[in-house]
């Protein structure tokens, strides 16, 4: 009895008192393999470097390791070996690197729309680098991942499993960690979205058709995808030979380019490939960008992504998708004028034969130098045409005839250039300028109808992903594909004949 009212005078029923209720600590977020601590402000909860998954050298990943206490999370984590470029001064040679970074809004939530973001590029980059806080001020969950690149993610050897897919693997590993983890963060495991640009956009290509993302997802938004893309010789760098695909390899391929590096590794084995330091590896010229594709033949990609989607092979997800108005232009900027060297109408007509040969005649006819302002700009006029355009409309097309497809193209022409190129170049709506609005990290670099338009397509994607239509209060009608494709610039959001303005009849 003593002990009884004891503890009852200790708990404050016998005097009255109401014990102390401590509300949880915000900036304190429990995963299924320990605690994180992130920042915590007045709009959002960010938290950084959160190990997802781990993985050796040329294998598939696994769920990371559990820890002990509270894991600190208030900064980003280390990114995946990378060597940098002239759009991208940055580098590293950590391997542990399969992290993310998961950013919600501040007010407490449940059941919230969740995002996982696959930055683009294949060779350089991180999560991190795209600032969340806007998205996720739309009531969503925002995940960023970081997943293994170049030569790490892309390298095929004889006696590798599902060699060439390693990147693929990680982003489909994060997304097991989101079904586990997004709940405790307020969002719904039960309604995600994968989105993604250029080769973020190509990886979603290649989930659609992965037997392991099967179930992983439930819409997906691709930018500037490459996936249903073939490369006429030199369209995107001079003396490039043509290929059937822009970014997959065959797995016989693959073991074939990864034998011809280990050479020049000076290696016969794996085991001599896996004890070397990374440093030499990206000391090899062009390593990282060799292996910027994705290996298909095996477990994770048992046939080529844009074969399995002309044939309605493809997970049944609602799709978001669209490219630049001209994405080409910074790639010929990139190549030529960087260097100092602007195509001149010369070369027009010689890259012109090398990409069409017997029928550069008729490509010259229907884009006349005389139509552009520079033989650079003619140039890239074709591309985009050719290459990004046909490859999306077919993507489009394809996609639609069995899903919800809601197309568009982004066609702000002022658009600024967000990386570190100087050349005195009209960039255009370039390949991934559409990645400002969504990820707005340069404060007060965009114009006040520009600010408008990022405000819209940040409305129009959190729709997409909430509901499966980017329909909303607010915003100009978004149609299905079949009633046209949706024009995204400041004052201007309207449906367009996409197929008419890429003359894709004559591309036929």
Same mark, same amino acid.
């Given at each position: 009895?003593?002990?009884?009212?004891?503890?009852?005078?200790?708990s404050g029923?016998?005097?009255?008192?109401a014990? $102390?209720?401590?509300?949880?600590d915000?900036?304190?977020?429990r995963?299924?393999?320990?605690?994180?601590?992130? %920042?915590?402000?007045?709009?959002?909860?960010?938290?950084?470097g959160?190990?997802y998954a781990?993985?050796?050298?040329?294998?598939?990943?696994?769920?990371a390791?559990?820890?002990?206490?509270?894991k600190?999370?208030?900064k980003?984590?280390?990114?995946?070996?990378?060597?940098g470029?002239v759009?991208?001064?940055? &580098?590293?040679t950590?391997?542990?690197?399969l992290v993310?970074?998961?950013?919600?809004?501040?007010?407490p939530?449940?059941?919230?729309?969740?995002? %996982?973001?696959?930055?683009g590029?294949?060779a350089?980059?991180?999560?991190?680098? &795209?600032?969340?806080?806007k998205?996720?001020?739309?009531g969503?969950?925002?995940?960023?991942?970081?997943y293994?690149?170049?030569?790490?993610?892309? #390298?095929g050897?004889p006696?590798?499993?599902?060699?060439?897919?390693y990147g693929?693997?990680?982003?489909?590993?994060?997304?097991?960690?989101?079904?586990?983890?997004?709940?405790?963060?307020?969002?719904?495991?039960?309604?995600?979205?994968? #989105?993604?640009?250029? #080769?973020?956009?190509?990886?979603?290509?290649?989930h659609?058709?992965?037997?392991?993302?099967r179930?992983?997802?439930q819409?997906?938004?691709?930018?500037s995808?490459?996936?249903?893309?073939?490369?006429?010789?030199?369209?995107?760098?001079?003396?490039?030979?043509?290929?059937?695909?822009?970014?997959?390899? &065959?797995a016989?391929?693959?073991e074939?380019?990864?034998?011809?590096?280990?050479?020049?590794l000076?290696c016969?084995?794996l085991?001599?490939?896996?004890?070397l330091?990374?440093k030499?590896?990206?000391e090899v010229?062009?390593?990282?960008?060799?292996f910027?594709?994705?290996?298909?033949?095996?477990?994770?990609?048992p046939?080529?992504?844009?074969?399995?989607?002309?044939a309605?092979?493809?997970?049944?997800v609602?799709?978001?998708?669209?490219?630049?108005?001209d994405?080409h232009?910074?790639?010929?900027?990139?190549?030529?004028d960087?260097a100092?060297?602007?195509?001149t109408?010369?070369?027009?007509?010689?890259?012109?034969?090398?990409a069409?040969g017997?029928?550069?005649?008729?490509?010259?006819?229907?884009?006349?130098?005389?139509?552009y302002a520079?033989?650079?700009?003619?140039?890239a006029?074709?591309?985009t045409?050719?290459l990004?355009a046909?490859?999306t409309?077919?993507q489009?097309?394809?996609?639609?005839?069995?899903?919800? %497809?809601?197309?568009f193209?982004?066609?702000?022409?002022e658009?600024?250039?967000?990386?570190p190129? $100087?050349?005195?170049?009209?960039?255009g709506?370039f390949?991934?300028?559409?990645l400002?609005?969504?990820?707005? $990290?340069?404060k007060?670099a965009l114009s006040?109808?520009? $600010?408008?338009l990022?405000e819209?397509m940040?409305?129009?994607?959190?729709?997409?992903?909430?509901?499966?239509?980017p329909?909303?209060?607010?915003?100009p009608?978004?149609?299905?594909?079949?009633?046209?494709?949706?024009s995204?610039?400041?004052?201007?959001i309207?449906?367009?004949?996409y197929?008419?303005?890429?003359?894709?009849?004559?591309w036929?």
């Amino acid at each position: 009895m003593r002990i009884l009212l004891a503890t009852l005078a200790a708990s404050g029923l016998l005097t009255g008192q109401a014990t $102390e209720h401590r509300p949880p600590d915000p900036a304190v977020v429990r995963t299924d393999t320990g605690a994180v601590r992130g %920042v915590v402000t007045g709009q959002h909860r960010l938290f950084q470097g959160i190990p997802y998954a781990t993985a050796g050298r040329w294998q598939s990943p696994r769920p990371a390791r559990s820890w002990s206490g509270v894991k600190d999370a208030t900064k980003p984590g280390p990114m995946c070996p990378q060597v940098g470029s002239v759009y991208a001064p940055i &580098s590293s040679t950590n391997e542990d690197c399969l992290v993310l970074n998961v950013t919600t809004p501040s007010k407490p939530g449940h059941k919230r729309p969740v995002m %996982v973001w696959i930055h683009g590029d294949g060779a350089v980059g991180a999560g991190h680098f &795209s600032d969340a806080r806007k998205l996720a001020s739309r009531g969503v969950v925002v995940v960023t991942i970081n997943y293994r690149l170049g030569v790490f993610s892309g #390298f095929g050897y004889p006696g590798l499993k599902d060699g060439g897919t390693y990147g693929l693997q990680d982003q489909q590993e994060a997304l097991r960690w989101v079904r586990r983890n997004a709940a405790t963060f307020g969002g719904d495991p039960s309604n995600v979205t994968a #989105f993604g640009v250029s #080769f973020g956009a190509l990886a979603i290509g290649g989930h659609l058709t992965s037997p392991g993302a099967r179930g992983l997802v439930q819409r997906v938004a691709m930018q500037s995808g490459e996936t249903m893309m073939d490369m006429p010789a030199g369209s995107m760098i001079p003396g490039m030979p043509a290929a059937p695909t822009f970014a997959w390899r &065959s797995a016989e391929d693959a073991e074939a380019v990864g034998k011809v590096y280990a050479d020049k590794l000076g290696c016969r084995d794996l085991a001599c490939l896996r004890a070397l330091p990374v440093k030499k590896i990206l000391e090899v010229p062009q390593i990282m960008n060799a292996f910027q594709v994705y290996a298909y033949g095996n477990r994770v990609l048992p046939e080529l992504p844009s074969t399995a989607i002309r044939a309605g092979r493809f997970h049944r997800v609602p799709v978001l998708a669209g490219a630049t108005r001209d994405e080409h232009r910074i790639f010929v900027g990139m190549n030529y004028d960087v260097a100092g060297k602007p195509v001149t109408a010369e070369q027009y007509g010689t890259l012109v034969a090398t990409a069409f040969g017997k029928d550069a005649g008729r490509v010259m006819r229907r884009y006349p130098l005389s139509s552009y302002a520079s033989p650079s700009q003619a140039w890239a006029a074709v591309m985009t045409d050719r290459l990004w355009a046909r490859g999306t409309h077919e993507q489009n097309t394809l996609l639609a005839r069995r899903v919800p %497809v809601y197309g568009f193209e982004f066609a702000d022409r002022e658009a600024p250039m967000f990386l570190p190129l $100087e050349a005195d170049f009209d960039w255009g709506a370039f390949h991934a300028a559409d990645l400002q609005y969504l990820f707005p $990290e340069n404060k007060g670099a965009l114009s006040q109808a520009q $600010e408008r338009l990022s405000e819209q397509m940040l409305g129009y994607w959190t729709n997409f992903a909430r509901t499966g239509s980017p329909n909303g209060r607010g915003l100009p009608v978004w149609r299905t594909l079949g009633h046209g494709t949706q024009s995204l610039a400041p004052g201007a959001i309207r449906p367009i004949d996409y197929a008419a303005e890429h003359r894709l009849g004559f591309w036929k």
